[in-house]
């Protein structure tokens, strides 16, 4: 199973955005609310400290106007007015006793003359009347008939400061009852208003004030609340009068405001909590837990790999939407893995089954209840023959063709039941059932002439043709097996010269198995010293001279040896050939060292496998080799077979370049197998083409037509040409009437150990000197 995702869950991440959005609304909420209850606290605060402060000033304006009052009762009066003449003490003992006084709540009583001297004063001293003290009556005087008091008569009341106390002052002209008679002097009630004064009002109000001086030019009409710090003050000033009442003092409603804010924010809180859990409520049950459901779907898909999950569609929503068309997806990938599965077991090319189809028949056929019937089957393994010379010399394209047409002319031969397969390239498989092996057989050759008729492609005549290895199934043998069988009869087919047929024979295993023998024994041939250089001879039969030789690799095992095209094809396979190049490498230009004194123009020829070339170290290996033995690079030439050439012509060509470039030679062997056009034997470095022996047999019988050709084509190229296989007089005659002079082969000296050669040469030049 699959790792589980780390995965982020939406109503987390949901729940403590809008956990942070709510509080900072809820904050914003309980600011706003807060400051305006707070405003609406400081108005009533103020409301009330305007209010102590006018009842404090109502107060005391009861008190003016009752002095104002007492001080006119006494003043318009015949008595008061007689006593403004005669001064009479009794006046003042009738009617300003102490008694009297303490009544009126005066503290001074105070007479003056029209010429505002003082007539007489009272005031009430150690519980004795006395007359005022002369400094106070000097500055009450001058207070209050100042020409700061701008009225027409001096009545009226002051608020007066001496000391840092304020006096209470009640003016009145004295008359008679009826106001009939000229005033003829003032009286002044002075009341003083002093802390036991301030005392009974602040008892009597319940506010706790103070009486502040101001200046009398100042006026302002209305009562002023400020509050600073928490502390509240209240000022009015009194109407005309040099005084103000101040209030200060804390806030009433304190208690209140903590408790009606505490209330605001626990509400807050509780409200934000609230819209949260509704909103979680909300969205889990209509998304959330939802979305957490498709979640575990999709894991489920994954983990189990369960492609039935489809996605729960309740209504018409987005999910349902998301839903649906995730369910569409499902439905695709499904279709999609149907197709593949047809992919699976089919080449697109041909649309014919593949190996695995192949492989599932025949394990098919394995089961015990259908052994019975399909008992004589027969596996056809179909390989075209030198299809990669179509593919690299015609294009890709061309090879397609050439596949989708094979696979029509077979399909035209097979019936309903038989398999037809590709197993890829240029391999078909053909599954024939209820056969016995002769007939199929028959169809094989039979589809071998269908499949030679002519082909056009693109105006182009194309041959194809192919090899084909027949086995037959047996019971308990392995599909694997059957498929090997057919292959070994295959390669057979290929070694016998390609475009046949082939049956199974359990001789073939004991090819493979010799094979196997073969390869293991092979790994150890060079440190064994079981490898040896032998040499063949090349003659220029126009002097005899011999003027090169062949360098081929022996093997010799228990005893015998083992033909080279034999353990070459093994050694190419596994990669051992690459050392094997450089044993014969090194034989070969030991060779022409020794022979260098007597035989200065002798060359050498070795043969170079493709596996070779794909190996960096083989232009460096040649030089290094050459120069051990003070060699000239000319004297090595470098053979590649024209199959070998044909194939790999691209990625040899650098090389091939390079080594042409630093003297050395290529000679074409096995020229004529190869299918080698005219262009690409232009375009190649070659020096000399060796034509093949099976071109050369044929002269005997008088058949020249392919050696004639080829001998011309390589004049025309200006190349030199070295006849292979030569046999018999008969051949070198013909060859040398055709215009060929080198030439190879056991009608001059067969392939021969080094320590053989010297003599052979020897002998030859002495039978040439005859
Ligand atoms: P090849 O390169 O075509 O070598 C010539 C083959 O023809 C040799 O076979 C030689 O013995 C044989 N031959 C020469 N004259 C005659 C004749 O008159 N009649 C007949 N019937 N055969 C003749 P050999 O030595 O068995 O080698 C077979 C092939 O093995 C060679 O064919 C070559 O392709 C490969 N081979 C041999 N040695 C080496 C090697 O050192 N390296 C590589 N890469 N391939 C090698
Ligand atoms: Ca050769
Ligand atoms: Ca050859």
Known sequence: ???????????????????????????????????????????????????????????????????????????????????????????LENNLSAEAIVNLRVDWVVFFTLSNQVWSSLELRDDTLQPVLKENLDQLGALVFSSQVSRQSYEGTYILWQQGQALMVAVSEVTDNDHKQPGNGHMVFVRHLNDTYLGGIRKLTGVSFELLPVEIGIDYPAIRVNDMDGTWQARKKLDNLAAEIAVSGPGRLADERRVTELLLAGNALFLVVLALLGIHWILNRRVLRRLAEFSSLADRRRNEADNQVRWPVAGHDELDNLATSLNELMDDVEDHHTNLSYLADHDVLTDLGNRRQLMARLEAMQHPSRRQSDLSCSLLLVDLDSFKLVNDGLGHAAGDWVLQEVASRIRTLIREEDTLVRLGGDEFALLLCKITPENALHFAERMLIALSLPASYEDRQLTISASVGIAQTQPDLAPAELLRNADLAMYEAKRLGKKRAVMFDNALLDVAARRLRLEQALHSALEDGALDVWFQPIVDCRDNTVTGMEA??????????????????????????????????????????????????????????????????????????????????????????????????????????????????????????????????????????????????????GDDVMVRSMIRLGQELGMSIIAEGVETEEELNRLRTLGCTQMQGYLFARPMPFADLSDWLARWKQSKIK
Request: aromatic share 10%; net charge negative; proline share 4%.
């Open 552 to 701: 081929l690799l022996r093997w010799s095992l228990d005893g015998g040896y083992i033909p080279p095209d034999e353990f070459i094809s093994i050694a190419e396979t596994n990669g051992l050939i690459v050392q094997f190049g450089k044993f014969v490498l090194s034989h070969a230009c030991a060779a022409l060292k020794t022979l260098q004194p007597e035989y200065p123009e002798l060359s050498c020829n070795i043969n170079l496998s493709v596996r070779q070339f794909a190996d960096i170290g083989l232009q460096q290996d040649i030089h290094a080799s050459l120069q051990k033995y003070g060699l000239s690079p000319n004297l090595l030439h470098l053979e590649l077979t024209e199959s070998l050439v044909a194939e790999h012509e691209i990625e040899i060509l650098p090389m091939m370049l390079a080594l042409v470039h630093s003297g050395l030679k290529f000679h074409l062997d096995d020229f004529g197998t190869g299918y080698s056009s005219l262009e690409r034997l232009r375009k190649l470095p070659i020096d000399t083409l060796k034509i093949d022996r099976s071109f050369v047999t044929p002269l005997r019988e």
């Open 1 to 91: 199973t699959k790792a589980v995702l780390p995965r982020e869950s939406i109503a987390r991440w949901t729940l403590i955005r809008l956990g942070l959005l709510l509080l900072f609304v809820g904050t914003g909420f309980y600011l706003v609310s807060a400051i305006l209850l707070g405003q609406r606290f400081d108005v009533f605060e103020s409301e009330q400290y305007r209010q102590d402060v006018a009842r404090v000033v109502a107060v005391i304006e009861q008190d003016r106007l009752s002095l104002l009052s007492s001080v006119n009762d006494y003043a318009k009066w015949n008595d008061s007015y007689a006593y403004m003449k005669t001064r009479d003490p009794e006046y």
